[in-house]
């Protein structure tokens, strides 16, 4: 079965940090791009980072540059994210997905998906 799994998340005031976590089995981990996308209440869901299967290559939208980062331990099938500088413009839920090719992340069109995990910062 394959299950991506968020964990981390929970409130937070701002200008703190979080770091989420994304496990993933039942799948060939290092053969997938992952990406970190979040959904605001009434909000589209984004895309905010994406890190590539060898972890070599990164990239963020502008609203979490220089503040988030992203990583991943093939090893341990685990990607991460820091979250730090949080806003409360940040509150949503976190949702991370895997796709074997860039485009299909790029187009929300990822084989998988987490069931996500919720990110409150307070003011």
């Known amino acids: 079965e394959v299950q991506l799994v968020e964990s981390g998340g929970g409130l937070v005031q701002g200008g703190g940090s979080l770091r989420l976590s994304c496990a993933a089995s039942g799948f060939t981990f290092d053969n997938y791009v992952i990406g970190w996308f979040r959904q605001a209440p009434g909000k589209d869901r984004e895309l905010l980072a994406r890190?590539?299967?060898?972890?070599?290559?990164?990239y963020y939208e502008d609203v979490v540059k220089g503040r988030f980062a992203i990583s991943r331990d093939n090893a341990q099938s685990t990607v991460y994210l820091q979250m730090n500088n949080l806003k409360p413009e940040d509150t949503a839920v976190y949702y991370c997905?895997?796709?074997?090719?860039?485009?299909?992340?790029?187009?929300?069109?990822?084989?998988?998906w987490g069931q996500g995990t919720q990110v409150t910062v307070s003011s």
């Open positions: 997905a895997a796709a074997k090719l860039l485009m299909k992340l790029s187009a929300y069109q990822p084989e998988y």
């Open positions: 890190i590539s299967w060898s972890g070599s290559g990164t």
